[in-house]
């Protein structure tokens, strides 16, 4: 079957880094995606990997390795604000798009 | 430009009952797709729509249908309504196919309870 896996729950302090990986298991590939929600909000975009290796968008980063299908995404500089949920996202060979469940950042003062 | 609205924004209903949801995507955006999220869960996809055709569907009983109108703006159907159907249904649009992973922009979603 079609898979994403990620961390269900990650915990960190205000001001370090975090990374969140994702490995997936699915019938092709049109890249990997990171979407923030956060609680009673819509998910919004954040960054797309369809090559190896890492993209960076201010204080959050993306990497990839098809090889692996493994992708990560790093926060740095974390801030309260950025306590929500994380999901990543693959295209597959069927042009459906396939979520993970989800990663619930925790961040501690 | 206005963002995606979806409509309403809460819904109750109960078992046997039907259902219809609206998006109004993004001025300009053809592709919708629609997505089925419950607590804890990620997204479950439905059904995308690219000028008013359904270009793919996700593995849900023929209970749950759409279309998309000629200005793009989609709906979704949930027949016989089930106590499972209760979520928070999502639409997005995008200017291509979600699959391809064209930058998403969501809707506040639509949280339905089914009594």
């Known amino acids: 079957g079609q898979s994403l896996e990620q961390p269900s729950e990650v915990t960190a302090v205000e001001g370090a880094i975090v990374q969140i990986n994702c490995t997936y298991q699915?019938?092709?590939?049109?890249?990997l995606s990171w979407y923030q929600q956060h609680d009673g909000g819509a998910p919004t975009f954040l960054s797309y990997?369809?090559l190896d290796g890492l993209e960076e968008t201010g204080r959050f980063s993306s990497f990839l390795s098809r090889s692996d299908s493994y992708g990560y995404l790093l926060l740095q500089e974390l801030q309260m604000k950025d306590s929500a949920s994380y999901f990543c996202?693959?295209?597959?060979?069927?042009?459906?798009?396939?979520w993970g469940a989800g990663t619930k950042l925790i961040i501690k003062p | 430009k206005a963002g995606v609205t979806q409509t309403p924004r809460y819904l109750i209903k109960t078992r046997g009952q039907q259902v219809t949801l609206s998006c109004s995507p993004i001025?300009?955006?053809?592709?919708v797709s629609w997505y089925q999220q419950t607590p804890g869960q990620g997204l479950q996809f439905l059904f995308e729509?690219?000028?008013?055709?359904?270009?793919n569907k996700g593995n849900f009983p023929g209970r749950f249908s759409g279309r998309q109108f000629s200005n793009s703006r989609s709906e979704m159907n949930v027949s016989t309504l089930e106590l499972g159907d209760s979520a928070l249904y999502l639409c997005?649009?995008?200017?291509?196919?979600?699959?391809?992973?064209?930058?998403?922009?969501f809707g506040s979603g639509t949280q339905l309870s089914v009594l």
């Open positions: 990997n369809g």
């Open positions: 699915t019938s092709g590939f049109y890249g």
């Open positions: 001025s300009g955006h053809r592709s």
């Open positions: 729509y690219f000028s008013e055709t359904q270009r």
């Open positions: 996202a693959v295209g597959d060979s069927n042009y459906q798009l396939i």
């Open positions: 997005a649009s995008s200017l291509g196919q979600a699959a391809t992973n064209e930058k998403l922009f």
